[in-house]
């Protein structure tokens, strides 16, 4: 009688999809009771030794299966015991609407020999698989646990994921453990802490019924502050320049000053009367030559949001959340990975040619085959665990829905931009001294677009055409003006500005950024507008209704993100939010709670923890040590955040 296996994946779908290509589609599926979403499929697999031939049961979790907890008697909210919760044990159990799951997995791990385990293969995913496998020892102690690395779902790579399995990773497991009771202890402490705080206040933060606090949450949130008070408190500057034109063969020739500009206008007066002075200018260098423009890297996560925000114009939690989908259903690779460079050894060719058939990009897919294809450029990050994001098969884009469309064609155009040439054109510049001043002006000729003709979210464009000129002649500019203008006000921040300033300061990963993002919007420390500018330098009340303000303002409407559709979302903060963020500034505190600093040591030692250099004792217990002086500290000082919300919330005192 064969050996029996148990594989358990992280969502029915991939469970599905791994159960039909190991099965050859020869698969019996039973219902799972208690859960209508999770199946049990049963087939025959021959797998690598020492396994064999053996009969394989496929069932999946629905992401985590236990929760993190303090007990019932911590369950009051108090002022009092806040301090309580830093000490307090933590109890971890599988959720009630996950039980029937767990207890399939244990009834199913009786009479395996072997688990394997298919779940996402990054820090989260080992996680849920060290859930699995305490679920199995429930049924069998000490059953053999393995689990398959994988990246996608196409079959061949099932397959070679299904005969090379390796052990799960405990060092990962251990440091979500760690963030999982960090995150449970400072969010119920400071959320508790601060919602009491501020519902004493009365008016509307009496209404409110959490104010809550995230390590994550709060830094983004204060990325957007920030930016606000850069917009509110901007002052313009006055600024002059020259500009010089020389007309020649038909063309305006537009030179500019080398300065730039000046912001003292007498300085400016004197410069352009020697200019006048001068009369002639004087070719002072010629230098025409090939240029380039890059091809973009291999797709990670954060770019992936990033350019979904900005050219398929949607928030970054929708991109994620349909990636995620078009993963689910085969057609890309798993869309959660930091590595923007290709594997020497993968066959990228063959995932080029699944796309000739295509009407909009097969014919650009078969000349890279015919002789155009170049490797793709390499990046310098690689997390080990998944290839950069990229088609694995051919879909018609008619068959999906509109946003899948959007991001699965985003996807294959960036790959096969990845796989084209550089664009190739030729720059020409010529420098002229006109009095003791010099000007310059740059002309480029595109010769070649190669990666353009595929990628349409960059642009490169010839620009004006320079006529001839030679090295040492003068000539008499056909005009020459003084002109002056005003320094703009930088725009509140951006989606895609926000995630670029949390990747570049740890906060989050590139598969939880995008619900840190969509956290403050839920709390409504932040509305969104689109990128016209309408209603710039208000801030909204307490969830975008209205309120009266105080720096702020006025409140008006503030919509949620959505989808598709409209300009570039832009952040602003609610009254609320950016109390939220002064008060605890103005506390005094050596690191902020409103600043990224603290978080970003975390996401540190959690890489240490990955790489053995750290426990999660330690850990666990340095990063409690911290946050409990902050805590002491915004006690002594409480008086500076309910100061903060009596003037931005209810308008008081300026």
């Known amino acids: 009688m064969p050996s029996r296996i148990l594989c358990v994946a992280e969502k029915p779908s991939i469970a599905r999809s791994v159960a039909n290509h190991l099965s050859g589609g020869q698969v019996h599926t039973r219902n799972v009771p208690g859960n209508h ?24 979790v629905l992401g985590h299966l236990t929760t993190t907890d303090f007990p019932s008697q911590y369950k009051k909210w108090q002022i009092s015991t806040c301090r309580e919760l830093f000490d307090a044990p933590v109890i971890t159990q599988v959720t009630e609407d996950k039980e029937p799951i767990a207890k399939n997995i244990t009834q199913q791990a009786r009479s395996s020999r072997a688990l394997f385990i298919w779940t996402d293969c990054d820090r989260e995913g080992e996680h849920i698989g060290s859930e699995v496998r305490q679920a199995a020892f429930q049924g069998k102690d000490g059953i053999e646990v393995k689990r398959a690395i994988f990246s996608n779902t196409e079959r061949a790579h099932i397959l070679r994921a299904a005969q090379n399995p390796v052990p799960l990773d405990d060092r990962q497991v251990n440091a979500v453990a760690a963030r999982m009771e960090l995150d449970l202890r400072l969010g119920v402490i400071f959320t508790r802490f601060t919602t009491l705080t501020l519902q004493a206040l009365g008016g509307e933060l009496a209404e409110q019924r959490v104010i809550s606090y995230g390590s994550c949450q709060f830094p983004t949130l204060g990325f957007v502050v920030d930016r606000y008070f850069r917009v509110k408190n901007f002052v313009p500057e006055k600024f002059w320049s020259i500009k010089v034109t020389h007309r020649r063969e038909g063309m305006d020739v537009n030179f500019s000053w080398r300065r730039h500009r000046l912001f003292d206008r007498m300085s400016v007066v004197v410069l352009f009367e020697r200019c ?8 002072t260098k010629l230098l025409k030559k090939p240029t380039s423009k890059w091809k973009p890297l291999p797709l990670t996560t954060v770019e992936l949001q990033k350019l979904g925000s900005r050219f398929l114009r949607m928030d970054s939690q929708r991109v994620m959340k349909v990636a995620e989908d078009l993963y689910n259903k085969g057609w890309i690779s798993y869309p959660r990975t930091e590595t ?57 884009p008619a068959t999906l829905g509109e946003d899948e469309r959007r991001v699965y064609e985003f996807v294959v155009r960036r790959f096969l931009a990845c796989c084209s040439d550089d664009a190739k054109g030729e720059s020409t510049s010529v420098e002229i001294e006109y009095g003791s001043e010099l000007f310059a002006a740059n002309g480029l000729l595109v010769l070649q677009k190669n990666y353009l003709l595929v990628y349409p979210y960059d642009r490169w464009e010839s620009s004006q055409q320079l006529p001839q000129f030679t090295v040492g002649e003068t000539f008499e500019p056909s005009e020459a003006n003084m002109t002056d203008g005003e320094t703009s006000s930088p725009g509140y921040l951006t989606e895609p500005e926000l995630i670029s300033l949390m990747d570049a300061n740890g906060i989050g990963t590139d598969a939880t950024m995008a619900e840190h993002i969509a ?7 932040v509305m969104t507008q ?47 939010g950016v109390a939220l963020i002064e008060g605890y500034d103005s506390i005094g505190l050596e690191t902020s709670l409103g600043k990224p600093f603290l978080r970003k040591e975390m996401e540190i030692k959690m890489k240490e923890i990955c790489a053995g250099r750290k426990s ?7 990063t409690l040590e911290q946050y409990r002086d902050v805590f002491v500290r915004t006690q002594q000082q409480v008086e500076l955040l309910r100061a903060a919300c009596r003037k931005y919330v209810f308008g008081e005192g300026g």
């Open 37 to 60: 979403y999770v199946k049990n499929y049963d087939f025959d697999f021959a797998f690598g030794p020492p396994w064999g031939n053996c009969s394989v049961t496929m069932t999946s």
């Open 276 to 283: 006048l002075a001068a009369r002639l200018a004087k070719v």
């Open 340 to 396: 923007d460079q290709f594997d020497k050894g993968m066959d990228l060719k063959r995932l080029v040619e699944k796309q000739t058939q295509d009407n909009a990009w097969g014919q650009h897919a078969q000349g890279l085959l015919n002789g155009a294809f170049q490797q793709p450029r390499g990046g310098r990050n690689n997390d080990q665990a998944h290839p950069p994001i990229h088609p694995v098969n051919y879909v018609a």
């Open 519 to 525: 956290k403050i919007k839920e709390r409504e420390y």
């Open 530 to 576: 689109g990128g016209d500018g309408a209603g710039r330098g208000v801030t909204a009340g307490r969830g975008g209704r209205g309120g009266r303000g105080g720096r702020g303002g006025r409140g008006g409407g503030g919509g949620g993100g959505g989808g598709g559709g409209g300009s570039v979302q832009q952040f602003i903060p609610t009254t609320l």
């Open 616 to 622: 999660q004792n330690d850990f666990v217990q340095e």
